[in-house]
């Protein structure tokens, strides 16, 4: 079992940036990680995905501001967050999902991202 835990959530004016962390109890090296938000009324939406072998995805309204990254040596997985909008405004959970020897799953609680004026 690995246990996710987002960090870095907080309010900022837009045009800010904010970097989110997501530390892992466990080794991330066979996971595909992913960042989704959910705001309140709208359904969940895939931010940015980087593969266990370094490729990656972004959702269309963030391309060009959002970075994922990952450091498996350190168990985690940042998501820097520039030129922030407040339609980005949600919580941002992390996700894994294992990619080679199994099929386990793990997502974290959440950390709230509020951009406005």
């Known amino acids: 079992q690995v246990q996710l835990v987002e960090s870095g959530g907080g309010l900022v004016q837009p045009g800010g940036s904010l970097r989110l962390s997501c530390a892992a109890s466990?080794?991330?090296?066979?996971?595909?990680m992913v960042w989704y938000r959910q705001a309140p009324g709208k359904q969940r939406e895939l931010v940015a995905a980087?593969?266990?072998?370094?490729?990656?995805i972004y959702a269309d309204s963030v391309k060009g501001r959002f970075t994922i990254s990952r450091d498996n040596a350190e168990k985690t997985v940042y998501l820097q967050m520039n030129s922030l909008k407040p339609e980005d405004t949600s919580i941002y959970y992390c996700?894994?999902?294992?990619?080679?020897?199994?099929?386990?799953?793990?997502w974290g609680q959440g950390t709230q991202v509020t951009v406005s004026s």
């Open positions: 980087i593969s266990s072998g370094g490729s990656i």
């Open positions: 996700y894994a999902h294992r990619v080679i020897g199994g099929s386990d799953y793990y």
């Open positions: 466990g080794s991330i090296s066979p996971y595909r």
